[in-house]
Every structure is written in C-alpha cells, then in structure tokens.
C-alpha cells in the first residue's frame, strides 16, 4: 500500500517516519509512504499557498491551484483522495479497516483558515479525527497513516490485532506484567494460575468491564456470547442499584 501525503510541512513527518513500526514497515516495504510539499507546485510569484478569502474575513485560505496541481502529479485510477479536516466525517476503527484495503491513499493536509471549497470537486471523503480543531492536517495525516500501517499484513503479529480494543465494539482486557506485586496492588490471581480456560474466561470479562466503564455505548452495539451478556447484564443490574 502506498500513502501520499500532500502538505507544505514535509519536516513535521521526519521523526514519525523514521521512529519504530513505521519505520521498519517502510524499511522493510510493507508500506510505502510519500510526503509532497504543495508548496513546490504554487505558481504564485511571492511563492505563497494562501490568499485572504473572498468576501472578507480573517485568516488565509488555501489556494486551489498549488494543491490540485500536486495532487493530479500524484494521483492514479487506484487513488482515494481524502482531504483532513475538523468538517469531516469522523475517524475510527471501521474507517482503518476499510482505508487498509485501498491501493493508494492521498491525504491533503489543510492548514490556517481552511481551505478554497472548490478543491472538493477532486476529493472523495473529508476526514476529522475527532471535534477539536488543530492548527492543519498534519497531525491528523499522521494519525491516519499510523493507525492504517499497523493493520498492513507482516507489520505487526496477526494474533495481536485479535484481542486488541474495537475488535467487535469491545475495549480489549486489562494487561498486567511483572513484578505481581508493586505499592500493594497485585495482579489477579487467575493470570498467574496457568489454567488457559480460566484465563480466558477472566480476559472476556475484564474486556466487557473496561468497555461498560469507560465506553459503555459501544457495548450495545457488540455481538456477545452468551456468557458475556450475563457479564453485561449483571454489571447493568449493579449499576442500577447503586444509582437508586
Ligand atoms: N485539521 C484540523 N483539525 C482537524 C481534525 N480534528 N481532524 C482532521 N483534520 C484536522
């Protein structure tokens, strides 16, 4: 798979890239990532990006030309253009499922004010990774490739994507490692017993815990075996009862 990103801040990406599984999924050509300053492609005569926009306002807007240019030196019929911005739909697992699968993803990083409307018309989906507004794309481009790369086969081990959170709208189970003790808190029992049923079965109900804690709407939304809709269920009675 390969991921071309459009931004004028080429240098925000350097220790992203060079840092870690990305790096190696790169180094070892399980990824190919591709960072293409826009700003080489303004045919502006001060070199800029940006304009004041139309009908007055403050801030800058993102010129389209220096944009579309380097976006049609890119782009092929294999491409999905997204575009990263606070507007967009919003990022999630499905979403890095989905982008995962595709050839060659082109993120454009916007920046200051926003961006001229009409570079949509070249642009197949607008994405927010969450309601907050940052000051560009670039951030959220990295968030985008990292989350994608790590899904890409051989870059990291097939069984940990098993367990992991958002697997079937659930939280993943709480990790404990060494030592079993530490300022007097232990690690439960069951994970040090050796019995690979018991572990399991602690594991599915940890995971229903940590989701109806923190995430409980994702809950509803899970396929659970039965033994974790007993689990659901009794956390929901509990719950009930302490809130009367
Ligand atoms: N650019 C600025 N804010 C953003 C956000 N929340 N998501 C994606 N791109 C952005």
Do not use: W
Not at 26 to 35: G, M
Not at 223 to 234: D, G, N, W
């Amino acid at each position: 798979m390969k991921i071309s990103i459009l931004s004028i801040f080429p240098e925000m990406f350097e220790g992203f890239l060079t840092t870690s599984i990305i790096k190696k999924a790169i180094l070892q050509d399980l990824a190919e990532v591709e960072i293409v300053d826009f700003r080489l492609f303004t045919k502006d005569k001060h070199n800029r990006v940006d304009a004041p926009p139309y009908g007055g306002g403050h801030g800058l807007v993102l010129l389209y030309q220096p944009i579309i240019d380097a976006l049609k030196s890119i782009k092929t019929k294999d491409s999905y253009v997204v575009m990263m911005g606070p507007a967009g739909n919003t990022y999630d697992q499905n979403k890095v499922k989905s982008f995962s699968q595709i050839q060659h993803l082109i993120l454009i990083c916007g920046h200051y004010e926003g961006y001229d409307e009409r570079i949509l018309n070249h642009v197949d989906e607008v994405i927010s990774i969450g309601d907050y507004i940052l000051t560009g794309g670039e951030l959220a481009a990295m968030v985008v490739t990292d989350s994608i790369i790590r899904l890409l086969p051989g870059v990291i081990r097939e069984e940990s994507h098993q367990y992991e959170s958002f697997e079937n709208n659930l939280l993943e189970h709480a990790q404990y490692t060494k030592p079993r003790k530490i300022d007097g808190f232990s690690v439960p029992e069951v994970l040090l017993s050796g019995h690979h049923k018991n572990i399991d079965t602690y594991r599915s109900e940890s995971s229903i815990e940590k989701t109806f804690k923190y995430r409980k709407e994702l809950l509803e939304k899970a396929k659970l075996s039965p033994e974790q809709e007993a689990i659901f269920k009794t956390l929901k009675a509990n719950k009930n009862k302490e809130d009367l």
